[in-house]
């Protein structure tokens, strides 16, 4: 498995993220053998909050593996907070609590990475930079980042908090391509070029923070999946007319679609199906075409100017 660097920090890690929100869905057996095909893969990085299954994908994630200090130093995992029930907080107080209630649950004194899951409107950056630095002094969490944010509410934060953001996790696939319309669609009079983010593609790249796309095979918000999907018939032509080129599946190129961008992303896989997690990983291996890349992108829709 190819690596890349979190951010700036010396944190080499895959570039396939393996997503865990579903894996209360699985029998602990089934648990066990997928976090070891993932392993096997060379996809030792696993992303959890600590909203999904409320607590349990994390419960059973660690159970099923058997977390021992052996296996957790083969590992990275992320987590996030900062959701409850009917609104956001990022009170220095649920920070510390919710982190506390992670490491209960994955059976472990540290993790790599936390995030902060959904821009809080009531965010106090003093109470998170008090936060962070007891978590770092502590030796609970090495590395910092958040999720679903803009420049601002990121520049807000860095003015106060002094470990640098490693990560962004944002919505993207090829169908859920905005952040990347509207740079291309500068200066003309068409929504592709509306800026709904505050050019964060390019805020990451020039500030060196990592983009974790999630759900990179979903249209909408959680509509459904393009791949094999009749309301993109365009789009699943052009992508299987590549896979067979490769001699690879359809769910490997629509991963090497992110891979191909400069930007060096850590796509956050969802899937608890072994068999698609291993089509994702060979992602890895496949570097597609300036060509390639821009027929794929036309073809879910999207308009050059």
């Known amino acids: 498995m190819r690596t890349i660097q979190l951010g700036t920090r010396s944190l080499e890690v895959p570039v396939i993220a393996v997503g865990c929100m579903r894996m209360n869905g699985l029998e602990k057996t089934e648990a066990e053998k997928f976090i070891k095909a993932a392993m096997e893969e060379g996809a030792n990085f696993f992303d959890h909050a600590d909203i999904y299954g409320g607590g349990a ?30 609104m956001f907080d990022f009170s220095k107080e649920h920070i510390l609590n919710s982190v506390d209630g992670i490491l209960k649950r994955l059976k472990t004194d540290y993790i790599d990475v936390l995030l902060l899951h959904r821009p809080d409107a009531l965010v ?7 936060a962070f630095d007891q978590l770092e002094s502590s030796g609970k969490v090495r590395h910092f980042g958040v999720s ?4 601002m509410q990121i520049d807000l934060l860095k003015k106060y908090v002094k470990q640098p953001i490693v990560a962004n996790q944002l919505q993207l696939s090829i169908t859920n391509a905005t952040m990347i319309s509207n ?5 003309m009079e068409n929504d592709a070029a509306i800026d ?6 390019d805020y990451c790249r020039l500030h060196d923070m990592t983009i974790q796309p999630w759900s990179p095979f979903q249209y909408g918000f959680f509509e459904g999946v393009f791949l094999g999907s009749d309301k993109f018939p365009e789009l699943n032509q052009k992508i299987d007319e590549i896979a067979a080129k490769y001699s690879v599946s359809n769910t490997t190129i629509a991963i090497a679609w992110l891979l191909r961008h400069p930007a060096k992303m850590q796509p956050v896989i969802g899937t608890m199906n072994i068999g698609r997690l ?5 992602a890895s291996e496949i570097h597609l075409t300036r060509e390639e890349w821009y027929e794929i992108y036309r073809a879910a829709g999207n308009v050059l100017p």
């Open 183 to 187: 740079g291309i669609n500068v200066n």
């Open 196 to 201: 709904r983010d505050g050019s964060i593609l």
């Open 148 to 151: 679903n944010q803009k420049p």
């Open 57 to 86: 994908c994390e419960e059973i994630f660690a159970d099923a593996i058997g977390m021992n200090d052996d296996i957790r130093e083969k590992m990275i995992l992320q987590s996030k907070c900062g959701i409850r029930q009917g």
């Open 124 to 130: 106090e950056p003093e109470e998170v930079a008090e």
């Open 278 to 282: 291993k089509d994702s990983c060979k």
